[in-house]
């Protein structure tokens, strides 16, 4: 990981992604642990390493492993590149090295200062001790695996094979002995001085004594004293770390800190977004009141259209009916009154008829009468 | 396949039945292997390879392809998308389905899976983001079972349950939006603690940002793509509402598809400048990125939108199918192509004929049960007892 990256991972972690993540952005910028105090390492000095392989036999028994294929004594395993199994928490694997041959390198768990591997997983099933060994607890292990994604070092494995109780094989850095007050089975076994046990800073200061003194025998590094973070298992080489299978690209930054900026993202989505949201359903909802208000308008003007349109319509019906009515009446009237006059002239007519006629018998009646 | 369709129910010798039931045995038997033997009697996985394909495809491909409802309930209830309405069930009932499926394909996957409530009963894990998507998915899958349940109370006639139930609709949604945001974006973040064994183009502090914002452009084609098959075999089963839906939804749902590609598309690209690892594509790993952000990625968002502007329904369509695979693409290589590229190809993981097996397993299963509840419950129509909510 490039400087550049991990000054931007920082950055996201401290501004990018999350104001109210404070408490984690900050602890991920400014905060470096430093291991506890007093904790106990060991360091792996390659260049007194031999390859005899008796670490790996003492692990092997202190540890209760299933019995190996090929014995502990016989070296020719070595040329094969191995790395940990569920049944082999430690291997040392060989190294073409340079003119005074080839070169041998243990391999196990590093003991991490900050692991990720317990980092990781999510049911704490890892422990970093004060003692400096970071031990696995398999009564709570669901087997996700999640710890053998995260670790940068590719050491834990797991029992495939094991259909019902399934564990995470890793170095436990021999725990228990150390609470006994005895040596890590590997340590105890070396015949040379490749591997040491003590305290942490004890060992750095020692490492850093062999560097000086024989600066032509060793690289100018302790690998292990910041990768990741730091480790409780410290190495020194006489040839450059990549070339002895070391990845000199981990970067120093803690595995937590990898998550930090994500995880600190959480309180801030859980607090934004159900504000948001309501926010949104409130201004849609307001929308649609609003359309619906309007909508609601728009009848109501077109319903008093509609009245007045009716109204007019009526009052001309009325006014139409009126004058109708008015004449029917002016009609009945006229024709009451023509009917009047036409039977007046009728009887005029019949008045006239009967007077311009015989005037016999009724006159002469009415004549006797006067 | 519509005429068996129609005689759902009765178990007939359509070839359908034939297939999916061939697959449920042959499931089952690897089911049984898998519990009895370990994991390696059925897969591949080793110390080097803890994640094969039933975590990037069950679990992250999974889980990306459910978040169409999310996507879908959010559109319609919180932006008042309305007439979307009809798509809502649908989604859904997929969205359920799907993390059922992908708890079901955990269950395969874990060392213990008895224990897989462990870190909620015995021991929190909160410094893991792994633990932040179990919590999520876990509460997820309840919220998504109780806005689902109208449907199955309609169908068993329990009217009151059922009006508590849509009284919370918009609770529910709020409440799925947040847990989709944060396990979405957390799949993703998995990958963070692992810098050194993720290949640098794909690995980036924005994986978060990237894995979320790839599942509402899953989510969209999903709902898109799952309407077409839905309206091809169950359109004997759907009402006005529904049918009218068959243009309406890829249009809208393409619309917004482009647009969310092509913001992808730019954010991917701060991503490789952000990083500053523009010399990896020039590598073959390179190349392979670039048929993923160009081929999967910038070519569906310009499909989607010609789609969209010449109002080509079928163009869509496919653009939805091709996007899904991008997906599918894109989850792969994140869990399975770029992860541990440092190491020889003699160490690097292919799964096994059985670990697909189970894969294509538990997608039948979620198929038939898919088929099971839409030609039984009212989700392609509305029950005619109940108004739209
Ligand atoms: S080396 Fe790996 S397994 Fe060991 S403590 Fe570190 S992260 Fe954990
Ligand atoms: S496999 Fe076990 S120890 Fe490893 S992360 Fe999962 S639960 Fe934790």
New interface residues.
């Given amino acids: 990981m490039s400087l550049s990256r991990r000054k931007f991972l920082g950055w996201i972690g401290a501004a990018g992604m999350t104001a109210a993540a404070g408490r984690k952005a900050s602890a991920a910028t400014t905060h470096h642990f430093e291991g506890y105090p007093e904790s106990m390492a060991v360091l792996h000095d390659t260049t007194f390493c031999i390859g005899c392989r008796r670490c790996e036999g003492a692990c092997n028994t202190v540890n209760e492993l299933p019995a190996p294929e090929v014995p502990f004594t016989d070296l020719n395993v070595l040329e094969k590149q191995r790395r940990t199994t569920s049944k082999a928490y430690t291997v040392v694997n060989q190294k073409p090295g340079n003119a005074s041959g080839p070169l041998f390198v243990k391999n196990q768990c590093n003991h991490c200062l900050e692991p990720a591997c317990a980092s990781a997983c999510f049911v704490n099933a890892f422990t970093k001790t004060k003692e400096g060994a970071v031990v696995y607890d398999a009564s709570v292990c669901v087997g996700c695996r999640y710890c053998m994604i995260a670790c940068p070092f590719e050491i834990p494995t797991y029992e495939y094979d094991s259909a019902f109780s399934p564990r995470i094989m890793k170095c436990t850095m021999c725990h228990p002995r150390v609470l006994e007050g005895k040596l890590p089975g590997c340590v105890e076994s070396c015949p040379t001085e490749a591997l040491i046990f003590g305290k942490r800073d004890d060992l750095l200061n020692i490492a850093r004594q062999r560097i000086t003194r024989r600066p032509n025998n060793y690289v100018d590094h302790i690998y292990g004293e910041r990768e990741m973070g730091g480790t409780s298992w410290l190495y020194l080489s006489g040839m450059p770390f990549e070339t002895i299978g070391m990845r000199m690209d981990l970067g120093v930054t803690p595995a937590p800190e990898l998550t930090a900026g994500a995880l600190g993202a959480v309180p801030m989505v859980v607090g934004i977004w159900p504000v948001l949201l309501t926010g949104i359903y409130a201004m849609s909802k307001r929308k649609e009141k609003i359309a619906a208000e309007e909508k609601a308008q728009a009848l109501a003007t077109a319903l008093a259209d509609a009245d007045a349109q009716a109204t007019a319509k009526m009052d001309a019906a009325m006014e139409k009916a009126k004058q109708e009515k008015a004449t029917a009446i002016e009609k009945a009237v006229k024709e009451a009154l023509e009917a009047e006059a036409k039977a007046r002239a009728e009887i005029e007519a019949e008045a006239e008829a009967a007077a311009a006629a015989p005037p016999q018998e009724a006159p002469d009646e009415d004549d006797k009468d006067d | 396949m519509s005429e068996d369709t129609a005689t759902m129910g009765k178990p007939t010798l359509s070839p359908f039945n034939i297939v999916a039931g061939v697959i449920l045995l042959v499931g089952g038997i690897l089911t049984i292997l898998r ?6 009697a059925v ?1 591949n ?4 390879n ?2 094969g394909i039933w975590i990037g495809f069950d679990l992250l491909v999974g889980v990306a392809l459910a978040a169409g409802g999310f996507v879908t309930s ?1 559109a319609v ?4 998308m309305k007439h979307y309405h009809a798509a809502v069930r649908p989604a859904i009932l997929t969205g359920f389905l799907g993390y059922a499926l992908v708890v079901l394909a955990l269950h395969y ?5 008895w ?2 409530p ?2 909620f009963i ?4 909160t ?6 998507v ?1 919590a999520c998915v876990a509460l997820y899958l309840t919220v998504l079972f109780i806005e689902f349940s109208p449907a199955a109370l309609e169908w068993l006639g329990l009217k009151r349950a059922r009006s508590i139930v849509l009284k919370l609709t ?1 609770l529910l ?2 409440f799925g ?2 847990l989709s ?2 396990h979405q ?2 799949l993703g ?9 993720l290949h640098p183009l794909w690995y980036t ?1 924005y994986l ?1 940002v990237y894995f979320f914002v790839t599942a509402v452009i899953a989510g969209l084609s999903m709902v898109i793509f799952e309407s077409t098959l839905s309206h091809r075999f169950f359109s004997h089963k759907m009402d006005a509402a529904h049918l009218a839906e068959k243009d309406t939804v890829p249009l809208g749902f393409g619309k917004a598809a482009a647009f969310v590609l092509a913001g992808y598309f730019i954010i991917k690209v701060i991503g490789i400048s ?3 690892t523009w010399h990896y594509l020039a590598t073959g790993y390179g190349a392979w990125y670039l048929v993923e952000v160009l081929g999967f990625v910038a070519l569906p968002a310009f499909l989607y939108a010609v789609g969209v502007r010449d109002k080509n329904i079928t163009l869509i369509r496919w653009t939805a199918a091709w996007t899904v695979l991008g997906i599918v693409v894109n989850r792969f290589n994140i869990c399975l192509v770029a992860f541990n590229w440092h190491l020889p190809a003699s160490e690097r993981y292919f799964p096994h004929w059985m670990e697909i097996g189970i894969s294509v397993f538990i997608v039948t299963l979620g198929i038939v049960i898919y088929r099971f509840i839409v030609t039984r419950m009212p989700v392609l129509y509305e029950h005619p007892d109940y108004d739209a909510h």
Avoid: C, H
Avoid at chain 2, 189 to 197: E, G, N, Q, T, Y
């Fill in positions: 519990f009895t033997q370990g994991l390696d897969t996985l080793s110390d080097y803890p994640w959010a209830y919180l932006f008042g996957d874990v060392g213990r899976p224990r897989l462990y870190p015995m021991q929190r894990g410094t893991s983001l792994l633990f932040e179990a918009i949604t709020i939006v947040v945001t944060l974006s957390s973040a998995l990958f963070l603690i692992a810098p050194s064994k502090p978060p952000a990083g500053n």
